[in-house]
């Protein structure tokens, strides 16, 4: 039997892992969406294609409900995009944290000011997304409620990622 010089082994093996990477990516199943992927990642659509549809898929809703869905959605969206810092305040907030932690002497509580600052923000964030939750809930048939709490305690019950 004949043995390969090391290089063409070498490039052999690339060979046959780019083969198999390539196929394993062009197989890679769509999971049910109905858009190619470079659509996903536009900005309308990022709302809708995290946990938040999913929650609400299967459960046969109206036209009206889907429309009053949209609308719920483009809402929340509009409001987030008035409260987006200007780009001069993000590079503002960015520079004073680079300066706490360039700096000779750790400042904590200035540090503290800045992180409970951003958790504020999150948390408001949080419980505006859980309002726009409960009022899609609440346009739910009472059958639909009943399928939806179903699936989310099952769902819950699931143990969590690690």
């Known amino acids: 039997m004949k043995t390969?010089?090391?290089l063409k082994a070498g490039l052999f093996a690339i060979l046959a892992s780019s083969?198999?990477?390539?196929?394993?990516?062009?197989?890679?199943p769509s999971q049910g969406c109905d858009h190619s992927r470079g659509e996903f990642h536009k900005r309308g659509d990022r709302m809708e294609h995290d946990g938040m549809h999913r929650m609400f898929e299967g459960?046969?809703?109206?036209?009206?409900?889907?429309?009053?869905?949209?609308?719920?959605f483009a809402?929340?969206?509009a409001a987030r995009s008035d409260d987006r810092p200007s780009k001069e305040e993000r590079?503002?907030?960015?520079?004073?944290?680079?300066?706490?932690?360039?700096?000779?002497?750790?400042d904590e509580a200035q540090a503290k000011a800045l992180l409970s600052a951003q958790q504020e923000k999150r948390l408001t964030q949080a419980i505006e997304r859980m309002k726009m939750q409960n009022q899609?809930?609440?346009?739910?048939?009472?059958?639909?409620?009943?399928?939806?709490?179903?699936?989310?305690?099952?769902h819950a019950a699931k143990e969590p990622r690690s």
């Not at 459960?59 to 719920?72: E, F, H, V």
């Not at 004073?96 to 750790?106: K, Q, R, V």
């Not at 059958?143 to 099952?154: G, P």
Request: proline share 3%.
């Open 136 to 154: 899609i809930y609440n346009l739910l048939t009472p059958e639909q409620q009943a399928k939806f709490k179903a699936r989310f305690e099952a």
């Open 19 to 28: 083969a198999v990477l390539a196929t394993a990516v062009s197989a890679e």
């Open 91 to 106: 590079l503002a907030h960015r520079t004073e944290m680079h300066g706490l932690i360039t700096s000779a002497t750790f």
């Open 59 to 72: 459960l046969d809703l109206t036209d009206a409900q889907k429309a009053d869905i949209k609308k719920l």
């Open 75 to 77: 809402e929340q969206r």
């Open 4 to 6: 390969l010089s090391p």
